[in-house]
Structures are given as structure tokens and as C-alpha cells.
């Protein structure tokens, strides 16, 4: 069974400083997307990077960037330039892409403050 | 860019009352899923459709049921309530195949119920 992992609870930074949060996961699935979720104190949930585990290069999307490493089944985020606006609870997320399930697996989510 | 839209956003319903969700996915895209997110948790997947069939199902209860419509959109039923299913659900939609992205499932703004 799938099954992602995070275990900073919390996590505390400055701004405009990068912090990295992190992710591992597990799966007997050679295909699958990892994905990080921001979901800010009013509820919704943002989508802001994927990672296929057949793409070669680490994702990046803007200040995010997805540190990934297969062998190690880690799929850390990486926030350059913290701003204000970043404090929010960050969700990692697994789908495995062969079995024919489509459902999102999470894990339990790290909350990132940001200090001025 | 047009989102998955939620209706409605706040519920407040007694025990053993019904209440109905529906979800409006982003235009084009055909495939459906519903998650649960209990208070400080992580969301649950309940279940997804895609071009109208179920296809696939978590753990969703036997007192809720949903089902995707000719115009895609959706709707999830929830009949005898618990004050267990005070919950943000949240619907998502992605799609379809084919390229990098196409398994990102991008959530509506989420329904907030509460059971009294």
C-alpha cells in the first residue's frame, strides 16, 4: 500500500530565507506523481509542484522546487525566498499511475510559519 | 483561469438529516473525486468518476453515494448524518490523458459541514 510520511510537524523560518520541508514515501509502483499541496489557514488547497518518477530533472515551479530522490523515495520541498504569505500547512501527496487507482494518498502535512 | 467551483461553501445540518454537495469541475476536464478532511487531518479520498462511471472508491460510507452527471459535474449525497461527518469536503478534477500533468487533480474551495 502506498503511503507517504512527514515528519516535521512543524516548521519555522524567516523571511527571505529558503526552507525545505520534507517528504518520503512508499510504493511497489515503478509509475507514479508525487505532488505538494498548500493549504492556507482559509481552507482551500493549492496545487504547487508535481513530480513524475520517470522525469529525470527536479520539478520547479517559481520560488518551489521539488528535490527528488528515487532511491532514497524522498520527494522534499524546497521554498526559496520565504515571504509572509507562505505560512500555511503543506501537504505531500502520492498517486500511483499503473495500478488504476486514481485517489490522492497524503501525508499529514507540515505547518510552515513564516517570521518576519 | 476558471476553477472547480463548490457549492454550497458552508452547511449546517442536524443528525440524521441529509445534505447534498455539488461540485462544478474546471471546464474540460472529466474526471471527478471527492476527499474528506476531518478537523487536523489529512484528506481522505471518498471516491472519483470518470466520463460518468465511478472509478474508484475509498473509504466512503455506505450512507453516502455520488454520481457525475451529462455535464460532468457532480454531486455527493450524504444521508443519515453523523456528527462524525462534520468534515471539509473537497472536490477535485483533472484532465484528460496524455502528457506530464495530467494526473494533477485541482481542488474547489471545499465545503465546510457541520453536523449539530
Redesign the interface.
Known sequence: AQKITQTQPGMFVQEKEAVTLDCTYDTSDQSY?L?W?KQPSS?????LI?Q?SY?EQNATEGRYSLNFQKARKSANLVISASQLGDSAMY?CAM?E?NT??????????TRLLVSP | AAGVIQSPRHLIKEKRETATLKCYPIPRHDTVYWYQQGPGQDPQFLISFYEKMQSDKGSIPDRFSAQQFSDYHSELNMSSLELGDSALYFCASSRPGGGPGQETQYFGPGTRLLVL
Open positions: 506523481g505532488f499541496y481552507g482551500e488547497m493549492i496545487f508535481y513524475g522525469d501537504f498517486r499511475l488504476g487507482f486514481q485517489k490522492l494518498v497524503f501525508g499529514t502535512g
